[in-house]
Structure formats: structure tokens, C-alpha cells
């Protein structure tokens, strides 16, 4: 079973920073595309960022410059490092991640939880 857990979430105020980590376990053979999004509100869910296996990165224009993704292969997790926040990042966070079950060699998509960002005055 694979499994992908994220944390990191928080309470802060406009301007500051948090940084969110999601960690994949179980039984898992390699993972392709990792990546965040996120869900606010009344609002449908919205990517944020992505990054492949080679640490290349994409991000949504209204975070370009604001929030920094990384990865690391060995421990098989994801950051999503968020500066400069404002109100309208308040959301739930997700981990999204493209894995091959080591039991099957087949290839899914899976979900965190989510983690809850507020960014309020």
C-alpha cells in the first residue's frame, strides 16, 4: 500500500513563510511527477507546482517567484518552500504524486490528506 503524507501546515501572517513536506511510503518501486496543489474555499482544486524525477519544476504563475519546490529521490519526498503569502494562498494543501506499486508495476496516481495553510492578519 502506498501511502503519501504531508505536513508542515500552519497559521501565518501575510508576508511570512512555511514550508510544507510530503513524505511517500509503502510498498513503492519509483515515482515520476510529484507535485502540490491546492483547494480553497468554495473554489475547486488548482495545481501549484510540479517536479519530475530529474528535479525539473513548473509552477503556476501565481506563485512563480513567491513559492520554490524541491524533492529529494532518496527519501522520497517532496517540499514546497512558500514565501511572501497572502490571503488568497489560504487553502487546503495536497501532495500528488505518480508512483509504481512495487507489488504490481503499475502506475497511479495518489493523494495526501492535505494540510491547512491560513495566512491571515
Known amino acids: 500500500q502506498v501511502q503519501l503524507a504531508e505536513s508542515g501546515g500552519g497559521s501565518v501572517q501575510p508576508g511570512g513563510s512555511l514550508r510544507l513536506t510530503c513524505e511517500a511510503s509503502g510498498n513503492i518501486d519509483s515515482i515520476n511527477i510529484m507535485g502540490w496543489f491546492r483547494q480553497a474555499p468554495g473554489k475547486q482544486r488548482e495545481l501549484v507546482a510540479l517536479?519530475?524525477?530529474?528535479?525539473?519544476?513548473n509552477y503556476e504563475d501565481f506563485v512563480k517567484g513567491r513559492f520554490i519546490i524541491s524533492r529529494d529521490n532518496a527519501k522520497r519526498t517532496t517540499d514546497l518552500q512558500m514565501n511572501g503569502l497572502r490571503p488568497e494562498d489560504t487553502a487546503v494543501y495536497y501532495c500528488?504524486?505518480?508512483?509504481?506499486?512495487?507489488?504490481?508495476?503499475?502506475?497511479?496516481?495518489?493523494w495526501g490528506k492535505g494540510t491547512l495553510v491560513t495566512v491571515s492578519s
Open positions: 517536479i519530475d524525477s530529474d528535479g525539473g519544476a
Open positions: 500528488n504524486a505518480n508512483i509504481r506499486s512495487a507489488v504490481d508495476l503499475t502506475w497511479r496516481d495518489y
